[in-house]
């Protein structure tokens, strides 16, 4: 579903549009489901004969003898809860490969494993998280915008505050609303889910109010 996006700055009562950075115009792309792209994606890759091993995780790097990454190992299955065999137990396989493409996420355990060992943090800035807030609604079919992307700044989250919030509008009268806010926010108070509550109002409200 091809996309046209907009950046609007809210207000208490209101709102206003704003210029977006680059890396946020949305303009003709998709809006995708990642789980159903991974599993067509595993589809094709295993018609090509790429072997997928779904419920493994990988436990360890390894390292050929000039101490490049060489592979995967993954984990030691059938062991109590003292690390002691059981009859089930099955050693972890190893997987070489002459390329490991580590996409963990924002802080994986063999991406941290290879950070430490190749010092991959030197000279760079700290990693910085935020705490994401989703739901996905079904609205009437007047207040659904197929293709539709919406990116917020503003009111509830103060401007001692790092966040910001979404609005897709998906296939089927689906539309994922949601926000981010980094964390760290210095208000003990603050209270993430209740913003994302307040948020979503305020943009259901304001939406129709500047769309009409």
Not at 66 to 84: E, S, Y
């Amino acid at each position: 579903m091809a996309t046209s996006s907009k950046m609007r700055y809210l207000l208490p009562n209101s709102s206003f549009p704003i210029p977006h950075p680059p890396q946020m115009g949305n303009d003709g792309n998709y809006i995708v489901s990642l789980s159903r792209v991974t599993a067509w994606l595993a589809e094709q890759a295993e018609a090509l004969g790429v072997e997928i091993y779904a419920g493994f995780a990988g436990a360890r790097l390894l390292y050929d003898e000039h101490g490049a990454v060489a592979g995967v190992g993954t984990n030691d299955v059938g062991l109590d809860k003292d690390g002691r065999m059981k009859e089930s137990y099955e050693p972890g396989m190893d997987f070489r490969a002459k390329v490991t493409l580590l996409s963990e996420g924002a802080h994986g355990s063999l991406s941290k494993q290879a950070m430490k060992r190749f010092d991959l943090r030197k000279d760079c800035d700290p990693q910085t998280y935020g705490l994401g807030l989703k739901e996905v609604w079904r609205v009437r079919e007047d207040a659904y915008e197929a293709g539709k992307v919406g990116h917020t700044l503003g009111w509830p989250i103060d401007n001692a505050t790092y966040g910001g919030g979404w609005e897709y509008h998906m296939e089927g009268g689906l539309v994922s609303l949601g926000v981010v806010i980094a964390l760290d926010y210095t208000n003990p108070y603050l209270s993430p889910y209740k913003e994302f509550q307040v948020r979503r109002l305020c943009s259901q409200r304001v939406s129709h109010r500047n769309d009409r």
